[in-house]
């Protein structure tokens, strides 16, 4: 059952709590409808979650200086606080199934905690077997990825840890998933295009060179221009980056 908190132990049953446990507050009021549905529900789910995350709940008529401190505006309100600060939030009354949507993608997962702490490449190994859509096993997907490529790593691993990430990770992750894929398939290890894409993965923007110089030789080569965006899109945007976004630029219109 969820604890009653007000101004006084904010500070000690919240923040100082989610220093070591997620706490999930419900911003609520006695004369809200939806948040009488919504209390049973949040109930329920901590229950079944079995300790993963401490349920509080405070009255925004009674405790209005923290209403204001979080800017509560509408109620239900549901804020979840890891490490003293929000990570995530909803508001209005969520059936049951949306409610541990919203935990399962944002409180931390035992399995995926353990498996971070390994190296990088046997953590993905791991993080392919489980079933979870975490955003945090799309990461160590990732950083097992770049590991791998980098040091030789078995192929057909490499690809089904990208597969993953390509289906259910977020758009931008999933897209450069799909981009290291495709280049994959047209550039075999050992070959100087395989070369190139371990170089991007490492943060060398020197790799983008190979292709450029390929496209000053035939601007009308489809694949070097498809493996040039490709590369790109694995950099953040820098000066130096978006310098040969303007090369790309100048040799194709």
């Known amino acids: 059952m969820a604890l009653d908190v007000t101004s006084d132990t904010f500070e000690a049953e919240v923040l100082a709590t989610s220093e070591t446990q997620p706490v999930l507050v419900d911003f609520w009021a006695e004369w809200c409808g939806p948040c009488r549905m919504l209390g049973p529900v949040l109930d329920r789910v901590e229950a079944e979650y079995g300790g993963r995350f401490k349920l509080v709940k405070l009255n925004t008529d009674h405790n209005q200086a923290i209403a204001a401190r979080y800017r509560i505006s509408g109620i239900p309100a549901v804020k979840l606080f890891i490490n003293g600060e929000i990570q995530a939030e909803f508001t209005g009354a969520l059936p049951d199934h949306a409610v541990r949507r919203f935990l399962d993608q944002n409180l931390p997962d035992p399995e995926l905690k353990k498996l971070a702490s390994l190296p990088p490449f046997e953590a993905g190994r ?128």
């Open 126 to 253: 791991g993080a392919l077997q489980l079933d979870s859509n975490h955003p945090e096993r799309f990461s160590i997907l990732w950083r097992a990825t770049l590991a791998g490529l980098n040091a030789g790593e078995e192929v057909a691993a490499i690809k089904a840890m990208l597969e993953v990430v390509k289906l259910k990770a977020d758009r931008g992750l999933a897209e450069k998933a799909e981009g290291v894929l495709e280049f994959m398939e047209r550039h075999p290890t050992g070959s100087a295009g395989a070369a190139t894409l371990s170089q991007a993965l490492a943060g060398q923007t020197s790799s983008l060179d190979f292709f450029l110089s390929k496209l000053r030789a035939n601007s009308k080569d489809t694949e070097a221009k498809a493996d040039f965006l490709i590369l790109l899109k694995i950099f953040p945007d820098t000066d130096t980056v978006n310098d040969y976004r303007r090369q790309l630029s100048r040799l194709l219109f």
